[in-house]
Nanobody, 125 residues
Framework: QEQWVESGGESVQGGGSLRLSCVGS????????VGWFRQTPENDRQGVAA???????RYVDSAKGRFTISRDNAKKTLYLQLNSLKPEDTAMYYC???????????????????WGQGTQVTVSS
């Protein structure tokens, strides 16, 4: 079973920053696309940012200008830099990978077949 491990989530005040990290296996890291998702108890899991193996990136509108997705291929690590955090960013954040053949960066949960366990981000006002 491929395993992704997230870290970096914590409690911060509004306006603060965090960097989330996710380490994957070589097989799934080199998959077509890797991404970050988030979920709250009230809402379905939502795509936040994705990057394919060619470096093409896609963000959900609420993340544009505040979040940055990046990858370190040598470390098999995916990052999500979170800046100007707002209370509404509070969620469990998950990293994911897809080997289902999608070429472009994808933000749909059904398009991913490998998931991490999540890291909690809590933003206070």
């Amino acid at each position: 079973q491929e395993q992704w491990v997230e870290s970096g989530g914590e409690s911060v005040q509004g306006g603060g920053s965090l960097r989330l990290s996710c380490v994957g296996s070589e097989y799934t890291y080199n998959s077509f696309c890797v991404g970050w998702f988030r979920q709250t108890p009230e809402n379905d899991r939502q795509g936040v940012a994705a990057i394919n193996r060619h470096g093409l990136i896609r963000y959900v509108d609420s993340a544009k200008g505040r979040f940055t997705i990046s990858r370190d291929n040598a470390k098999k690590t995916l990052y999500l830099q979170l800046n100007s955090l707002k209370p509404e960013d509070t969620a469990m954040y998950y990293c994911a990978a897809t080997t289902l053949g999608y070429v472009g960066p994808r933000l749909g949960t059904s398009e991913y077949n490998y998931w991490g366990q999540g890291t909690q981000v809590t933003v206070s006002s």
